[in-house]
């Protein structure tokens, strides 16, 4: 299995810009995280899925943030506007199911808005 | 109470010395406990996990400590080598009726040779 993945790997925009962070989970996984990751914050979470619904979006900082998952392979995560505290790097996780907590992470995705 | 405090924020052992790495938290409901490795430029990964049923669990040169009471768990590195230099997280959640993970605030762990 390729794991989870993510893309793209750096992104860096100019403050204002769309952005479109990009998650494949591992086939099979019912549950998919989105995380952002900061020296200042450490590991937050900021959405999750279950079976492509979002369940729990009390994470996401504003409105600027939003998060989508069309099917059970694919997710985005989107900032519009971005603004340079959004610079972080982003992670997205996947899990198989309630019973099985080891969440996979992806690579993450380093995004530097300027 | 959905917080996990982790400490230190960053330590540094000698080759072959004894890493520690402390974490306690408050909600009692908490009945999973990992903790996740992460090295430069990756994310996260499994590396030893605990329910409080016990109080210890040994994997290789890894170490959970379990304290149900006193409501904290730590991370034992024996035998720290330059290549368990990484970041290291602390976790918890409620297994029964899915809960998310809460992580604690990570430990950069520089290993000297």
């Known amino acids: 299995d390729a794991g989870v993945i993510q893309s793209p790997r750096h992104e860096v925009t100019e403050m204002g810009q769309e952005v479109t962070l990009r998650c494949k989970p591992i086939s099979g996984h019912d549950y998919l995280f989105w995380y952002r990751q900061t020296m200042m914050r450490g590991l937050e979470l900021l959405i999750y899925f279950n079976n492509n619904v979002p369940i729990d979006d009390s994470g996401m900082p504003e409105d600027r943030f939003s998060a989508k998952m069309p099917n059970a392979s694919f997710s985005t995560l989107k900032i519009q506007p971005s603004e340079p505290r959004d610079s972080a790097v982003y992670f997205c996780?996947?899990?198989?199911?309630?019973?099985?907590?080891?969440?996979?992470f992806g690579p993450g995705t380093r995004l530097t808005v300027l | 109470q959905q917080q996990v405090k982790q400490s230190p924020q960053s330590l540094i052992v000698q080759k072959g010395g004894i890493s520690i790495i402390n974490c306690a938290y408050e909600?009692?409901?908490?009945?999973?406990f990992p903790w996740y490795q992460q090295f430069p430029g990756k994310g996260p990964a499994l590396l030893i996990a605990i329910r409080p049923d016990v109080s210890e669990k040994k994997e290789g040169r890894f170490t959970i400590s379990f304290n149900k009471s006193a409501k904290q768990f730590s991370l034992h590195i024996m035998d720290s080598q330059p290549g368990d230099s990484a970041t290291y997280f602390c976790?918890?959640?409620?297994?029964?009726?899915?809960?998310?993970?809460?992580f604690g605030k990570g430990t950069m762990l520089l290993v000297s040779p």
């Open positions: 976790a918890a959640s409620v297994l029964s009726g899915y809960s998310t993970l809460t």
């Open positions: 909600n009692t409901a908490f009945d999973y």
């Open positions: 996780a996947s899990t198989m199911d309630s019973s099985y907590n080891e969440q996979f």
